[in-house]
């Protein structure tokens, strides 16, 4: 079983910065792949971002591509998003997740934190 819980969302003005967190725990998790997802009302939840735990893979939307940068700290069990630039098309519920492979597909996705909002106003 893996546990995921993010936190760093908020309220920002377009053209901020906000950084997300995910701490990660249980067992063996350091094998998994892992995932920023987003969902906008209405929308379908789409890949962000996603990182190894080991290696130097990292995979990003061509969306945030540029303005946002995933990394991990593996003495800490987290992984970051920093989200520069921010647009307000940005603005989704943020959600980490954990895969047994490398994968943009939502479904391919075994554990899921709880989301964070994040909210760019124009």
């Known amino acids: 079983q893996v546990q995921l819980v993010e936190s760093g969302g908020g309220l920002v003005q377009a053209g901020g910065s906000l950084r997300l967190s995910c701490a990660a725990s249980g067992r063996t998790f350091s094998s998994y792949y892992m995932g920023w997802f987003r969902q906008a009302p209405g929308k379908e939840r789409e890949f962000v971002a996603g990182?190894?735990?080991?290696?130097?893979?990292?995979d990003y939307s061509d969306s945030v591509k540029g303005r946002f940068t995933i990394s991990r700290n593996n003495g800490k069990n987290t992984v970051y998003l920093q989200m520069n630039s921010l647009k307000p098309e940005d603005t989704a519920v943020y959600y980490c997740?954990?895969?047994?492979?490398?994968?943009?597909?939502?479904?391919?996705?075994?554990?899921w934190g709880q989301g964070t909002q994040v909210t760019v106003s124009s």
């Open positions: 990182i190894f735990w080991i290696g130097a893979i990292i």
């Open positions: 997740a954990a895969a047994h492979s490398r994968s943009r597909w939502k479904g391919d996705y075994d554990y």
